[in-house]
């Protein structure tokens, strides 16, 4: 069955997704729509919403569908941001949504629906679908996701550190401010005198002992050793921190501790705020092989 030039362009550009919109704009009216239902070029795909049949159904497809059928200006946020603009991996498997406040949209599968106001400096349009701007997205990722995200947008110069410490002044006074204040925190110059308080705090908690901060061995300053079993745990800066010089420089720690007999476990900030009793486990094995 025929599809008018400009709607299949409009099917292409959005993943193979039309809207009721699309097919009036198109000069289609509610007959000619149900022609094509009925024909099965056209799937619906809910209130409003279709997808060409001869397209692929892609995760892109999914997305765009899941903020469509949350209703008018609703606007991807979290880490399906960040995918979308090639900044995560995968979506996640519940898709975050913010709407404005004061309007309920129906449940939708897998997505979560934030009620909330942007700035209209937070919203971008990509690929024809609003989106939270980048430091936003990578930010609110971090919270959903992990923090390696930032940091990769940082290492990649898709944002600025002023670019997210911006985007967190504009959620003062938010639900997320305390937590988005964090993460500018923890990346800033002072990461690994943090990363390592967080560390102590594992161990504290787990009633590890024996172990010393910054003991010194083999010409450095182990950021937490436990002497007895020669045992050194060492804490990786950010990669947006790291030139070549300063990768050299760890490596040559690492080898030259291991040279001296120690044996060496490195955590990131990551590792020890998002995985602590993975890192937990690691140092008691660490301890008891070393026994």
């Known amino acids: 069955m025929h599809l008018p030039p400009e709607l299949r362009r409009t099917a292409l550009e959005h993943d193979g997704v039309l809207t009721a919109a699309d097919a009036r704009a198109a000069g289609l009216d509610r007959a000619a729509v149900q022609r094509r239902l009925a024909a099965g070029v056209w799937r619906r795909r809910g209130r409003g919403l279709y997808t060409v049949a001869d397209h692929p159904v892609t995760q892109r497809t999914k997305v765009r569908l899941a903020v469509l059928a949350?209703?008018?200006?609703?606007?991807?946020?979290?880490?399906?941001?960040?995918?979308?603009q090639g900044l995560a991996d995968a979506p996640s498997s519940t898709i975050t949504v913010t709407a404005p406040p004061g309007r309920h949209a129906s449940p939708v599968d897998g997505?979560?629906?934030?009620?909330r106001d942007l700035d209209d400096a937070e919203v971008i349009v990509r690929s024809g679908l609003p989106v939270?701007?980048?430091?936003?997205?990578?930010?609110?990722?971090?919270?959903?996701d992990s923090?390696?995200?930032?940091?990769?947008?940082?290492?990649?110069?898709?944002?600025?550190?002023?670019?997210?410490?911006?985007?967190?002044?504009?959620?003062?006074?938010?639900?997320?401010?305390?937590?988005?204040?964090?993460?500018?925190?923890?990346l800033g110059t002072g990461a690994r005198s943090a990363a390592e308080r967080v560390a102590v705090a594992l161990l504290e908690d787990a009633d590890i002992d024996g172990w010393s901060a910054n003991h010194p061995a083999a010409g450095y300053f182990i950021d937490v050793a436990f002497p007895a079993r020669q045992l050194a745990v060492e804490i990786d800066g950010f990669a947006h921190h790291r030139d070549a010089t300063t990768f050299q420089n760890d490596r040559k720690r690492r080898n030259d501790l291991i040279a001296s007999g120690w044996t060496v476990l490195n955590f990131t900030w990551a590792d020890l705020t998002e995985r602590g009793d993975d890192v937990v486990a690691r140092i008691r094995q660490a301890l008891s092989d070393a026994a």
């Open 70 to 84: 949350v209703g008018p200006r609703a606007v991807l946020s979290g880490t399906a941001a960040a995918w979308w």
């Open 111 to 115: 997505v979560r629906v934030r009620y």
């Open 132 to 144: 939270t701007c980048l430091p936003l997205a990578v930010l609110e990722a971090a919270l959903e």
């Open 147 to 186: 923090i390696t995200i930032v940091d990769n947008a940082l290492l990649r110069r898709r944002v600025s550190l002023k670019q997210l410490t911006t985007a967190v002044d504009r959620r003062t006074g938010t639900t997320d401010a305390h937590a988005l204040t964090r993460i500018i925190e923890a």
